[in-house]
């Protein structure tokens, strides 16, 4: 009797653990056009901003996730481009971590702020100059953060509304909806965030911005995923897009 109920106990751990898979589909999932951009083992589909490879340090792929080291290894993009799509991801950060995931990246798209200093390194630009999906620990990090400037926003054009991030070292689950001009941030099930590209609303944002006066910033264009290093530990898994019919 009591090795039957070992067998069991053990039955229900693996199927317990069996439906919770990490960087997997599910048959309804693969039905509905889904595809992983991260299969949990390896950097396939990946390379550095600007470059035709992945990073030699700075990330690592462990224990499932796809892990930015906090040691200024440079952001990441997708191999592929995307117009209108639906984007779902997990992360988690370390404490006072900072992070995001941008979309409409232009990799020739010139900074203001930094053309000289790139010229000098043989680049475009050291700035990645895109919309921004934010993720940063709200509550711990070390400078004082406007409401544009925390988790779920349009980084430093469009706060998020009633967004509930967990607390930092905990797995959060965000969504990105780009269909046409119209876009949308969702952060652990529920919508934070929604505008349009050419909305009175992201153009008042734009122009008390940071990026005012860069060409072309509000722009929906077809775009890589990129996820950012900002020096600090994060972990991404789950990271799972699908195509949308374009509007």
């Known amino acids: 009797m009591k090795t039957r109920a070992l067998i069991h106990s053990f039955l229900f751990v693996a199927l317990s653990q069996a439906s919770f898979a990490q960087n997997t589909l599910t048959a309804e999932e693969k039905a509905s056009g889904w595809r992983l951009l991260f299969d949990g083992r390896s950097t396939a589909g990946w390379r550095g901003f600007q470059k035709t490879a992945f990073p030699d340090h700075g990330w690592a792929v462990e224990d499932g996730c796809l892990k930015c080291l906090g040691q200024k290894g440079g952001d990441i993009v997708t191999t592929e481009k995307f117009t209108d799509f639906e984007l779902t991801w997990e992360w988690r950060l370390s404490p006072k971590g900072n992070s995001g995931v941008k979309y409409f990246v232009d990799e020739q798209r010139h900074s203001l702020v930094d053309t000289q200093r790139a010229v000098t390194k043989g680049k475009v630009s050291l700035l ?82 940071k990026f005012k006066d860069v060409p072309g910033y509000a722009d929906k264009i077809t775009t890589p995923i990129l996820l950012q290093d900002h020096s600090t530990m994060v972990w991404f898994r789950n990271i799972k897009l699908r195509k949308l019919a374009a509007q």
């Open 128 to 209: 990645v100059i895109a919309h921004e999906y934010q993720t940063i620990d709200d509550d711990n990090y070390p400078e004082k953060l406007a409401d544009n400037q925390k988790t779920g926003a349009w980084y430093a054009v469009l706060p998020p509304r009633h967004a509930k991030p967990h607390r930092s070292g905990a797995f959060n689950q965000s969504r990105l909806i780009v269909r046409g001009k119209h876009i949308e941030h969702w952060l652990n099930g529920a919508q934070v965030l929604a505008y349009e590209t050419d909305s009175a609303e992201a153009t008042a944002g734009i122009a008390a911005s």
